[in-house]
T-cell receptor
Framework: GQNIDQPTEMTATEGAIVQINCTYQ??????LFWYQQHAGEAPTFLSY????GLEEKGRFSSFLSRSKGYSYLLLKELQMKDSASYLC??????????????FGKGTHLIIQP | GAGVSQSPSNKVTEKGKDVELRCDPI?????LYWYRQSLGQGLEFLIY????????KSGLPSDRFSAERTGGSVSTLTIQRTQQEDSAVYLC??????????????FGQGTRLTVV
C-alpha cells in the first residue's frame, strides 16, 4: 500500500517563499509528482522527481530524498494566484508493473497580501 | 481532441438510479485513472487501467462501482443504485504510461455528480 502525508493548510505572504513538505511510504517507488489545483478546477502538473535532488522550474522547485521518503515543493516570489491546493502524488511499483498514481490529501496554500 | 474529455460535466440523479460517466483520454495514452474528489477533500483513487493489463480496482469503494475501458481508449465509470454519499466530482486522467508509468497524468475537467 501507499501512505502519503502533507500538511492540510499553510499561509504565506505575497513575495515570500514557502516550502510544502510531503512524506510517503510506498511499496516500491517509481516517481513523485506535484500538482496544483485551483478551487473548482482540475489538477495541473507542476513537477516530477524520480532521482534524489532538486528540480528547478522557474519560481517552483521540487526536492526528493528517496532514502527518507521525503519531498518538498518550494515556491518563490509568491503571487496571489499561487493560492491553491498543492497535491503530492507517488507512483509505486509492485513487481507486476507500475502502481497507479496515488495522491496525498493536498495542502491548501493561502497567500496573504 | 487535445485534452482529456469527460461527459457529462454535471449530473443530477435520484437516489437509487444508475449513472454512467464517460472519459475520452488523450490519444495514444495507455494509462487511464479514475479519481473521486469530495468538496474540499483530496483525490481518492478509484481504478487504474494500463494498456491491456488487468485494471487495478483496489480503490473502488463498493461493488456498486465498476469501470471498463473499451479498445484501450474510452472508459466508462458506472455507479449502480446511487447513494447520497456518492455525490462528488469524478475526475479522469490519462498518461503515456508505459511499463513504469513515469510520465505525468493529464486531467479532465471532471463530472460533478449530485445524488438527491
Amino acid at each position: 500500500g501507499q501512505n502519503i502525508d502533507q500538511p492540510t493548510e499553510m499561509t504565506a505572504t505575497e513575495g515570500a517563499i514557502v516550502q510544502i513538505n510531503c512524506t510517503y511510504q510506498t511499496s516500491g517507488f517509481n516517481g513523485l509528482f506535484w500538482y496544483q489545483q485551483h478551487a473548482g478546477e482540475a489538477p495541473t502538473f507542476l513537477s516530477y522527481n524520480v532521482l534524489d535532488g532538486l528540480e528547478e522550474k522557474g519560481r517552483f522547485s521540487s526536492f526528493l530524498s528517496r532514502s527518507k521518503g521525503y519531498s518538498y515543493l518550494l515556491l518563490k516570489e509568491l503571487q496571489m494566484k499561487d493560492s491553491a491546493s498543492y497535491l503530492c502524488a507517488v507512483i509505486g511499483y509492485s513487481g507486476g508493473g507500475a502502481d497507479g498514481l496515488t495522491f496525498g490529501k493536498g495542502t491548501h496554500l493561502i497567500i496573504q497580501p | 481532441g487535445a485534452g482529456v474529455s469527460q461527459s457529462p460535466s454535471n449530473k443530477v440523479t435520484e437516489k437509487g438510479k444508475d449513472v454512467e460517466l464517460r472519459c475520452d483520454p488523450i490519444s495514444g495514452h495507455t494509462a487511464l485513472y479514475w479519481y473521486r474528489q469530495s468538496l474540499g477533500q483530496g483525490l481518492e483513487f478509484l481504478i487504474y487501467f494500463q494498456g491491456n493489463s488487468a485494471p487495478d480496482k483496489s480503490g473502488l469503494p463498493s461493488d456498486r462501482f465498476s469501470a471498463e475501458r473499451t479498445g484501450g481508449s474510452v472508459s466508462t465509470l458506472t455507479i449502480q443504485r446511487t447513494q447520497q454519499e456518492d455525490s462528488a466530482v469524478y475526475l479522469c486522467a490519462s498518461s503515456l504510461g508505459g511499463r513504469k508509468g513515469l510520465t505525468e497524468a493529464f486531467f479532465g475537467q471532471g463530472t460533478r455528480l449530485t445524488v438527491v
